[in-house]
């Protein structure tokens, strides 16, 4: 039997990407490298207002002056950024007001996806912000958002229409200056979504944004801004996929969430960019900055990921939790297969009285792939009666891959509660014998093993994504597993 | 004139004064000299300001001073009179000031001898190990000044009845002492012996104690081990336990920290060969501004060992407590079973508690888990012993011992246990 399940684990080492096509449109791009003349570049093509460019000038000065960070627990080459084109965006001649109006091609690449517009918006109701190389394409459900006063619109859109808001809120929970990547995005960024839900309302449907780098050689770097005034609700979903090339991406995003009093928001994500092949070529390099703020009392944000693409993921979705009473949430897959790397975790910075998080971190490793841990948990001096609790589980398939972990843990306040778990281990052999006995093959029942590894997680995805996640994670494992 | 200038002069009065170590020493000078005292960016020492402790007033002893031999009688450990004795001052082995009782088991020279007799292949194999996990400018400074160490060597199949207590003396009367003790220990094939370290600051001024102990723990032997600091808050101290553990060799350590100003203590146990074991227990009962950082790692590196870890902290006032455990488990070291767990009651409203565990795992077939918790005190268990009529400040004292019972629990020597717990009943009923 170890034989059998061996012969799995060899399958899941050589199931392939099943998203890497290319998709044949004509691409509007800058030219290759970055200097002020880029951003002039990319900030004329958007037509963008003059306190937009002095921002992104502004953080490139920054970046000039920043190093690269090296501390996470990931090996890739240097990112030479002379060499990425920071602007690509379909050709297209007028915005389209309808789906019908879209470039054929650019829907069938969605229908690969298996997020034909035209089902979602039947079937599911959900509102889907489709950005391929950073333009955001079709916004559906835009007008029925609106009624209730919800904005959902690309970001260069909501620079046009609502700069009072993207002034206000832009920078406001990741500052240009954060760190590296935050600042090459706060220079260069191209697009992404907005998303503001006025006081008291809670949104009528899932929001949902579909990512896809698609031409050679370009870096996505996009901007998402979600702001939940009081009292409302809202849960996001984010995809993202990626055709296969041999050289490898860089996707480095910013997220922000502004959680006002008693505002929630739900912001999952299910992330397959193209990981590379078995020899570790290409893939994309996942460095995204994503962080929420619960600036108000009895606020909530919860992050919930499934991530299973990235040669190289290095993210932290974090959570300030600075209303009293606030609560944050992380739930977490990480898959990695082949020598795709992912250094992901969370940060909790409880500041406000009565404070609760909760993390929950699954660990899938494979073939030859490293999966990390990373976390913070920070109790500030004020926070009393703070309360977390993190579990991280680490699960092996093979004897060449590695999981680990790295808590860390600083807590200031003598009334705060936090504990911390986390174990490693392999699936049992007995495990697969008492699946066996019952008469599931061992394929069905490492399946059945690693979903119910996972479940805690998929438990807390919207009905519509936790299907696709849950293929993803059979895809990305093994080709039959599902 | 600053820390780092000053230590260079005490390094000029050394340099090539050592027939055997020099070499090593030199080696580890550059090290020093390239790298310097790490800084709070580095990853190591993220929690500790060391790089404050190295003051420029630091009195570096490279001469023996002569030792008086009456006030070791003042700091023996209690019901210890008959154990063997080392002891160490200001950073350099004092031969004729120690006591070794099973001579015919139990071989102490200094460090520099040992390099150029018959023990000269272990030392060259064994002295340094700890530099390879700790890279940084704190341990090659004590490698710098080796030459005033010692080398313990218990016999193969020798049982130490008596434990092998080592005192650090630090004088310092005449101002800031910095003293640097470096301990080679070979534990050879089926040997059990009890190694106790101690540290004493005399004087009333301030003090810091840079130490490196590497013990080899050969096959089929025991070795215990244990770390008492209770030396007042001006002393610091930066300490590294250095463990290479042989095939089914097993080493027990258990290191408390009841007082300091900043402690930092290493201890490393590396797994080279099959079915190694070892216990690591922790205990800092912290108060007033004292830091105490314990880093641990253990290093399989072989299939079948097993590591069992659980370090404990009660802090008090305005002290921090600081753990680090990391597990690395290697691609060969299947089957193998490593516990972690850290547990911290925060007491006073200015304390504060950082924990790190870490594991590092790349092999599949592992069991290894780590757990770590930060609180209050159980308002429910004190509510029922109120219940009962028992004073809230005996209550408190109560909960607080059972907590630290539980490494208290782990010293085998009856002599020692008593005496430390009669200084943790002192501080519990006094404090809470």
């Known amino acids: ?482 | 004139m600053d820390a780092t200038s000053n230590i260079k002069s005490a390094y000029a009065q050394l340099e090539g004064k050592s027939k055997n170590l020099s070499a090593f020493q030199e080696e580890n000078w550059k090290t020093f000299s390239g790298i310097g005292i790490p800084a709070l960016k580095h990853e190591e020492w993220k929690y500790i300001p060391i790089k404050n402790v190295f003051k420029a007033s630091m009195n570096i002893a490279v001469e023996h001073d002569a030792f008086d031999q009456s006030a070791l009688s003042n700091y023996i450990l209690p019901g210890t009179e008959d154990a063997n004795h080392i002891v160490f001052y200001n950073g350099r082995f004092q031969e004729h000031a120690s006591k070794i009782n099973e001579k015919d088991k139990l071989v102490v020279k200094s460090l520099e001898i040992a390099a150029g007799d018959e023990d000269a292949a272990f030392v060259e194999t064994n002295l340094g190990n700890s530099q390879g996990y700790h890279p940084d400018g704190v341990n090659a400074l004590n490698g710098a000044f080796a030459a005033g160490g010692a080398f313990i060597k218990i016999k193969k199949g020798a049982v130490i009845s008596q434990p092998l207590i080592i005192y650090h003396f630090a004088d310092s009367s005449n101002g800031f002492r910095f003293s640097q003790p470096r301990i080679l220990v070979s534990v050879e094939d089926n040997a059990q012996v009890t190694i106790v370290e101690t540290y004493v600051n005399h004087g009333g001024g301030e003090s810091l104690t840079n130490e490196v102990i590497e013990i080899c723990t050969g096959r089929d032997s025991i070795t215990r081990y244990i770390k008492l600091q209770n030396e007042g808050n001006l002393s610091n101290h930066t300490g590294t336990t250095h463990v290479r553990q042989l095939e089914r060799s097993n080493t027990h350590a258990v290191t408390i920290t009841l007082d300091g100003a900043v402690v930092r203590n290493n201890l490393n146990m590396v797994m080279e060969d099959e079915h190694a074991e070892s216990h690591m227990y922790g205990l800092y009962l912290l108060k007033g501004n004292t830091l105490a950082d314990n880093h641990t790692i253990v290093d399989n590196r072989m299939p079948h060992c097993e590591s069992n870890e659980l370090y404990k902290g009660i802090m008090d006032d305005q002290s921090t407590g600081v753990f680090n455990g990391k597990i690395f488990v290697r691609k060969d070291a299947q089957k193998t079973n490593a516990y972690q767990s850290n547990k911290n009651i925060l007491l006073g409203d200015q304390a504060s508690a950082n924990t790190k565990p870490q594991l590092e795992i790349f092999a599949d077939d592992v069991k290894c888990s780590h757990g770590c918790t930060i609180g209050k005190l159980d308002e429910d268990a004190l509510f029922y012993l109120r219940a009962r009529g028992i004073s809230e400040k005996n209550a408190k004292a109560l909960l607080l011992h059972a907590f630290a019972s539980d490494i208290l629990g782990q010293i085998e020597n009856e002599a020692i246990k008593n005496y430390i717990e009669t200084l943790i009943s002192d501080r519990l009923s006094l404090e809470a």
Request: with cysteine; charged share 25%.
């Open chain 1, 1 to 482: 039997m170890p034989e059998q399940q061996d012969d799995i684990l060899e399958q899941i080492t050589t199931s392939e990407y099943k998203y890497g096509f290319v998709t044949n449109i004509e691409a509007d791009e800058a030219p290759k490298g970055l200097s002020e003349d880029t951003i002039r570049f990319i900030s004329a093509k958007k037509n963008e207002p003059s306190w937009m460019l002095e921002y992104r000038l502004k953080a490139f000065q920054h970046w000039q002056k920043m190093e690269e960070p090296n501390w996470a627990n990931v090996n890739y080459p240097k990112i030479n950024f002379q060499d990425i084109i920071y602007y690509s965006a379909p050709k297209q001649k007028v915005a389209p007001k309808s789906l019908d109006e879209i470039d054929p091609e650019l829907r069938n690449t969605f229908e690969k996806l298996g997020i034909s517009l035209n089902e979602q918006k039947r079937l599911t109701g959900v509102a889907v912000d489709a950005v391929m190389d950073s333009i955001s394409v079709a916004t559906t459900f835009k007008e029925e958002l609106s009624k209730v006063g919800v904005i959902f619109c690309s970001m260069s859109e909501a620079i046009q229409e609502h700069p009072e808001l993207i002034k206000k809120y832009l920078g406001s929970v990741v500052p240009a200056t954060d760190n590296y990547f935050t600042a090459l995005n706060s220079a260069v960024f191209s697009d992404g979504s907005f998303c503001y839900i006025p006081k008291g309302v809670r949104c009528p449907m899932e929001l949902s944004t579909y990512f896809r780098i698609n031409a050679k050689n370009t870096g996505q770097f996009e901007r998402t801004l979600i702001v939940a005034e009081e009292e409302s609700y809202v849960s996001y979903l984010e995809g993202c996929t990626a055709p296969m090339r041999d050289e490898n991406q860089l996707h480095a995003a910013v997220v922000e969430l502004i959680a006002k009093e008693k505002a929630e928001i739900k912001y999952s994500t299910v992330q397959n960019w193209y990981p590379g092949d078995k020899e570790g070529k290409g893939g994309i390099y996942n460095f995204v900055t994503k962080r929420g703020i619960c600036a108000g009392d009895h606020s909530k944000i919860s992050w919930t990921q499934v991530e299973t693409g990235s040669s190289v993921t290095w993210k932290y979705p974090s959570v300030i939790l600075k209303g009293d009473y606030s609560i944050g949430e992380f739930y977490s897959v990480a898959v990695t297969n082949n020598l795709q790397q992912a250094d992901t975790g969370t940060k909790m910075i409880h500041l406000g009285k009565n404070t609760r998080s909760r993390i929950v971190s699954k660990g899938i490793s494979a073939g030859k792939s490293n999966n990390s841990y990373r976390g913070l948990v920070n109790v500030a001096k004020n926070a009393s009666n703070a309360r977390n609790f993190s579990q991280c589980d680490s699960l092996l398939l093979g004897d060449k891959c590695g999981a680990h972990t790295f808590p860390y843990i600083e807590v200031k306040n003598n009334t705060a509660i936090v504990e911390h778990e986390a174990t490693t281990s392999k699936i049992g052999e007995d495990q697969i014998f008492y699946c066996n006995q019952r008469g599931m093959d061992t394929e069905t029942a490492v399946a059945l093993i690693i979903n119910g590894f996972a479940k805690e997680v998929m438990n807390q995805l919207p009905m519509e994504f936790a299907v696709e996640a849950q293929k993803l994670l059979a895809i990305s494992l093994e080709g039959s597993v599902g």
